[in-house]
């Protein structure tokens, strides 16, 4: 049997560190699907082009603006995600409230805040425990100035996060190098 959830404004766990504030609303585990999670992204943070192979993923923006990718490019280049498009011309989309970005395995997909102000996003992923990943790269980031880019790559590898393009901004280190 499952337990339901009603959350006050505010609540849920914060997952500390970083430059992305998140609070995770529904945990993994028994009964759950998913993990959902509120994300505010700071003014110039980039989570980079990534890809899970298993793993689907669901981004709603609440408040704000965000840039948002999800699908595959002509060609994975190195560097800015921003470039990319696909065989048909398209690009990324600059999304307001209301806006949606879903992602199913195996498709390359980004976010960034290019604004002066905190956006924030309702996150889900699939399957559930994507909050393990974030708790164990904080506790990484916590315990260096600056962790090993071994440790994190493992990390990575372990919970199914290929990084194309590098996490850029966001007024310092963060848990989250990728959602």
């Not at 609540?11 to 609070?23: D, F, S, Y």
């Not at 924030?120 to 790269?137: D, I, K, R, V």
């Not at 962790?147 to 393009?165: F, G, K, M, N, S």
Request: hydrophobic share 35%.
């Amino acid at each position: 049997m499952s337990t339901a959830a009603m959350l006050e404004p505010g609540a849920g766990r914060k997952i500390a560190g970083g430059a992305l504030q998140a609070t995770l609303k529904v945990p993994g585990g028994a009964g759950a699907l998913t993990s959902t999670f509120e994300v505010v992204v700071p003014p110039g943070y980039d989570v980079g082009a990534h890809v899970h192979t298993t793993g689907e993923e669901l981004f709603y923006v609440v408040d704000g603006e965000l840039d948002l990718l999800a699908f595959e490019p002509v060609a994975r280049t190195e560097g800015d995600w921003h470039t990319w498009r696909t065989a048909s011309g398209r690009r990324y989309m600059r999304g307001g409230p209301g806006s949606l970005m879903f992602v199913p395995a195996g498709c390359p997909h980004a976010f960034a805040n290019q604004t002066r102000r905190p956006a924030t996003m309702l996150f889900q992923s699939a399957p559930s425990g994507h909050e393990n990943y974030f708790e164990e790269l904080a506790a990484l980031l916590r315990a260096g100035d600056r962790p090993d880019p071994e440790d994190i790559a493992e990390l990575r590898r372990r919970y199914d996060i290929e990084q194309l393009t590098p996490l850029r901004g966001g007024g310092g280190p963060s848990p989250f190098p990728h959602t």
